[in-house]
Nanobody, 116 residues
Framework: QVQLVESGGGLVQPGGSLRLSCAASGFTFSTYAMSWHRQAPGKARELVAVSASGGGRSNYADSVKGRFTISRDNAKKMVYLQMNTLKSEDTAVYYC?????????WGQGTQVTVSS
C-alpha cells in the first residue's frame, strides 16, 4: 500500500523557519522524483520544489528560491522541505508528491500558517 505522510507543519511568525518531512512507503522510493506542492485558500495548487530521482539538481519556484531547500534520503525513504525566512504568502497546505513516468502519488497535506 502506497503512503506519503507529511509532518512538520504549524504556525510560525514571519521570518521564521519550519522543516517539513514526508515519509514514503509502498513503492521504490529511489526511482521516483519527489516534490513539494502547496495550495493556498482560493488558489490553484502550485509546485514549490522538486528533487530528481537520480539526486540531480533540484528546482524551485521563483517565489521560494533562496529560502526553501528540498532534500531527500533514499535510504530512509524521506523527503524534506526546509523553509526559511517565511512570509505570510507562504501560508498554504503543503503536499508531498511522488512521480515516475505517468504514475504519481500524493500525501494528505500539512498546514503551514505564517502569521504574527
Amino acid at each position: 500500500q502506497v503512503q506519503l505522510v507529511e509532518s512538520g507543519g504549524g504556525l510560525v511568525q514571519p521570518g521564521g523557519s519550519l522543516r517539513l518531512s514526508c515519509a514514503a512507503s509502498g513503492f521504490t522510493f529511489s526511482t521516483y522524483a519527489m516534490s513539494w506542492h502547496r495550495q493556498a485558500p482560493g488558489k490553484a495548487r502550485e509546485l514549490v520544489a522538486v528533487s530528481a530521482s537520480g539526486g540531480g539538481r533540484s528546482n524551485y519556484a521563483d517565489s521560494v528560491k533562496g529560502r526553501f531547500t528540498i532534500s531527500r534520503d533514499n535510504a530512509k525513504k524521506m523527503v524534506y522541505l526546509q523553509m526559511n525566512t517565511l512570509k505570510s504568502e507562504d501560508t498554504a497546505v503543503y503536499y508531498c508528491k511522488a512521480n515516475w513516468l505517468s504514475v504519481s502519488y500524493w500525501g494528505q497535506g500539512t498546514q503551514v500558517t505564517v502569521s504574527s
